[in-house]
């Protein structure tokens, strides 16, 4: 009997493994999808920077995560003997791995509000800051229930903040991070003449739809495998995941006139703002969550480069900053039993929790990379702008001309 219990614990610990495994390896295969999106949007002359910026920001997130970042986060440090780490089949070696793709994301999404101006070098010094103790700092208050705030907010308003999977600790965090970085840095050089946008279209628009699609794809990783073990994973997550992407894709079809740069992040909308409350909601809670978070993208994203003269190119701030807004919220309203909801959420407290997300981002931003500003620089020279970032600080291009 004991033997028998020793195997279903073995094959337990194990299938948990491979299950976070998978959805770690999905998530990181999101970030090909930031690339790829912003080497659509860029121009050509910045495609290869985009590319390289992804990939060694992944690189330098992994190693600010992995020696302080967690252990802000969780007190757990790896600086331990490989027989402890390996106990029951290294799980807690693949939970870092699943929560570090969640953490690189960060410095992935204000990649793209920065693109075409920003230095190479000073980013990778902020990705290390932001990692390492700003995005932790939060991530550890809402998912590990530091500080005792969680508790403070039960004990108040009957529920904890809910963000099942990092509407708010993740995306609006990156997105108000990205807001912070790209009011210091300034609009790129002949972005406004005499107070009037010039329109800089994107260089692909295969690129920026293949960038969409892996994101779309990677995303189910990331919201179905946020249960961490197999025994939580929910069929209703993967749905209102999918509604939601469908919402968010009509609303953005629809607002945005058939604009096709408009209409592939719509779908990424719809998924921001579902992230928190995806393991509550009823399907049609979903779909209209990712509709109105497809419509705000649109509409914040319009007023932000032409009413506000917000040079965010990728427009991070709308879809990650202010849909991760309202997924915190609308997690709060339709996670409601009268809405169709599973409950055990508090509305005030998804107001709190979301509103401190921002608080938190934009603090961080504005101290990391204000003084990176003054340590550093920021900024590429206006030469090295107009030459490009590709030729500038790589020293070749996207296409070969030969």
């Given at each position: 009997m004991e033997n028998m219990q020793s195997a279903v614990n073995t094959l337990v610990h194990s299938s948990n493994t491979l299950f976070l495994l998978i959805g770690a390896v999905?998530?990181?295969?999101?970030?090909?999808g930031f690339a790829f999106l912003e080497v659509g949007t860029v121009r050509q002359k910045n495609q290869v920077n985009a590319l390289s910026k992804i990939l060694?920001?992944?690189?330098?997130s992994?190693?600010?995560?992995?020696?302080?970042?967690?252990?802000?986060?969780?007190?757990?440090?790896?600086?331990?003997?490989?027989?402890?780490?390996?106990?029951?089949?290294?799980?807690?070696?693949?939970?870092?791995?699943?929560?570090?793709?969640?953490?690189?994301?960060?410095?992935?999404?204000?990649?793209?509000?920065?693109?075409?101006?920003?230095?190479?070098?000073?980013?990778?010094?902020?990705?290390?800051?932001?990692?390492?103790?700003?995005?932790p700092f939060f991530e550890g208050v809402v998912w590990n229930g530091n500080f005792g705030i969680?508790?403070?907010?039960?004990?108040?308003?009957?529920?904890?903040?809910?963000?099942?999977?990092g509407s708010v600790v993740v995306h609006a965090v990156g997105g108000w991070l990205a807001l912070a970085a790209v009011t210091l840095l300034g609009a790129r050089n002949g972005r406004y003449r005499d107070g009037k946008l010039i329109a800089?279209?994107?260089?692909?628009i295969p690129f920026l739809a293949l960038g969409s699609w892996?994101?779309?794809?990677?995303?189910?990783?990331?919201?179905?495998?946020?249960a961490q073990t197999l025994a939580g994973v929910s069929g209703l997550v993967a749905v209102n995941s999918l509604m939601a992407m469908v919402g968010g894709t009509v609303a953005a079809l629809l607002v945005g006139r058939n604009d096709p740069g408009f209409l592939h992040n719509g779908p990424l909308a719809g998924l921001v703002a579902v992230c928190a409350g995806s393991?509550?909601?009823?399907?049609?809670g979903a779909l209209i969550t990712g509709a109105v978070a497809g419509a705000l993208f649109v509409w914040c994203f319009t007023a932000a480069q032409v009413r506000w003269k917000i040079d965010d190119v990728l427009g991070v701030w709308p879809l990650h900053g202010v849909?991760?807004?309202?997924?915190?919220?609308?997690?709060?309203?339709?996670?409601?039993?009268?809405?169709?909801?599973?409950?055990?959420?508090?509305?005030?407290?998804?107001?709190?929790?979301?509103?401190?997300g921002v608080f938190i981002a934009l603090a961080g931003g504005f101290g990391v990379y204000g003084l990176i500003k003054q340590c550093l620089g920021l900024r590429l020279t206006q030469e090295q702008e107009f030459y490009g970032a590709d030729l500038s600080i790589h020293m070749i291009g996207a296409v070969s001309h030969d």
């Amino acid at each position: 009997m004991e033997n028998m219990q020793s195997a279903v614990n073995t094959l337990v610990h194990s299938s948990n493994t491979l299950f976070l495994l998978i959805g770690a390896v999905m998530v990181l295969a999101m970030h090909a999808g930031f690339a790829f999106l912003e080497v659509g949007t860029v121009r050509q002359k910045n495609q290869v920077n985009a590319l390289s910026k992804i990939l060694s920001d992944f690189a330098v997130s992994t190693l600010a995560y992995f020696f302080m970042g967690y252990w802000v986060s969780y007190g757990v440090s790896f600086l331990q003997p490989a027989s402890a780490l390996a106990a029951d089949h290294g799980y807690a070696l693949v939970k870092f791995f699943f929560l570090l793709t969640f953490a690189a994301a960060i410095p992935a999404i204000i990649s793209g509000g920065i693109a075409e101006r920003a230095k190479f070098t000073p980013q990778l010094c902020a990705t290390v800051l932001i990692v390492a103790f700003v995005y932790p700092f939060f991530e550890g208050v809402v998912w590990n229930g530091n500080f005792g705030i969680q508790a403070w907010l039960s004990r108040s308003f009957g529920a904890g903040f809910h963000d099942f999977a990092g509407s708010v600790v993740v995306h609006a965090v990156g997105g108000w991070l990205a807001l912070a970085a790209v009011t210091l840095l300034g609009a790129r050089n002949g972005r406004y003449r005499d107070g009037k946008l010039i329109a800089y279209p994107p260089s692909s628009i295969p690129f920026l739809a293949l960038g969409s699609w892996i994101l779309i794809v990677g995303w189910f990783g990331f919201n179905v495998m946020s249960a961490q073990t197999l025994a939580g994973v929910s069929g209703l997550v993967a749905v209102n995941s999918l509604m939601a992407m469908v919402g968010g894709t009509v609303a953005a079809l629809l607002v945005g006139r058939n604009d096709p740069g408009f209409l592939h992040n719509g779908p990424l909308a719809g998924l921001v703002a579902v992230c928190a409350g995806s393991d509550l909601m009823h399907p049609v809670g979903a779909l209209i969550t990712g509709a109105v978070a497809g419509a705000l993208f649109v509409w914040c994203f319009t007023a932000a480069q032409v009413r506000w003269k917000i040079d965010d190119v990728l427009g991070v701030w709308p879809l990650h900053g202010v849909c991760g807004v309202w997924g915190g919220l609308a997690c709060g309203i339709f996670g409601q039993v009268s809405l169709g909801g599973l409950g055990g959420v508090s509305l005030v407290s998804q107001i709190i929790g979301s509103l401190a997300g921002v608080f938190i981002a934009l603090a961080g931003g504005f101290g990391v990379y204000g003084l990176i500003k003054q340590c550093l620089g920021l900024r590429l020279t206006q030469e090295q702008e107009f030459y490009g970032a590709d030729l500038s600080i790589h020293m070749i291009g996207a296409v070969s001309h030969d």
